[in-house]
């Protein structure tokens, strides 16, 4: 019986880490939406640096995983809740890296003045895919299938936005624009990026309330 109240324990602090993990994710996507709002290179820098706090809950995150995994040979509901936990530890990861991709572009933005539609079409890119993460989080925490499911099509807006602002590039870009463009051509493509990750991460919650994966 202690055996098993030890192995819950764990459990919980592995479940605890992952929210840790999450919430910093989530401040990291926003503080890099500040940074590009401003063109902060100070702040992108800042961001960069921070990348190692989401690195070092990785490596935490799969070292008691794996231990779990090992010592312990959980079944059921047990085990999938050990593997989620450890896949989403990695897409969050991801995110944190796709930030610093931003982070990296800001840095070379100096002297920049992008147009309103720029900035319009970048701020609200990065309004979904914050929001995509925070509705991911919440599908883990409360194991909530519909939500998981809804990621689906909210990822489906951020690829719309993202065609459309490369139409309006053609459209609208100045020639003493196209370097500044390029740039933020990239910045988007990292957005639609974390919303993808967002959606694997239903996909992971779907698996972990049904135990199948998803078509």
């Known amino acids: 019986m202690e055996v098993r109240k ?39 820098g800042k961001i960069i640096e921070g ?40 897409h969050l990861e991801r995110v944190g890296d796709l930030c610093v991709n931003i982070s990296k572009a800001i840095s070379n933005m100096g002297g920049y003045t992008p147009a309103p539609w720029i900035m319009d079409n970048m701020d609200e890119m990065f309004k ?27 990822d489906d807006k951020v690829d719309r936005i993202n065609r459309a602002f490369l139409t309006t590039y053609d459209k609208e870009c100045e020639e003493n624009e196209i370097e500044l463009v390029i740039r933020v051509v990239m910045i988007s493509r990292f ?6 990750r967002a959606v694997d991460i239903g996909e992971e919650v779907r698996y972990l309330v049904t135990g199948e994966f998803a078509d």
């Not at 929210?19 to 290179?41: S, Y």
């Not at 959980?74 to 530890?89: F, G, K």
């Not at 895919?129 to 519909?146: G, L, P, T, W, Y």
């Open 51 to 90: 990348d190692d706090d989401l690195d070092a809950y990785v490596t935490r995150i799969d070292g008691n995983g794996i231990g779990l995994l090992a010592r312990q040979a959980p079944v059921a509901i047990d085990l999938r809740t050990i593997i989620v936990i450890m896949r989403l530890s990695q």
């Open 6 to 44: 030890s192995f819950h324990e764990k459990l919980e602090e592995l479940y605890l880490d992952l929210i840790r993990m999450g919430n910093l994710t989530i401040e990291t996507v926003e503080r890099t939406q500040v940074a590009f709002a401003n063109l902060d290179q100070q702040l992108a």
């Open 191 to 196: 957005l639609e990026r974390i919303a993808d």
């Open 128 to 154: 979904r895919s914050r929001n995509m993460i925070v509705q991911a989080m919440d599908s883990f925490k409360d194991r909530d299938e519909k939500l998981a499911e809804e990621l689906t099509k909210m």
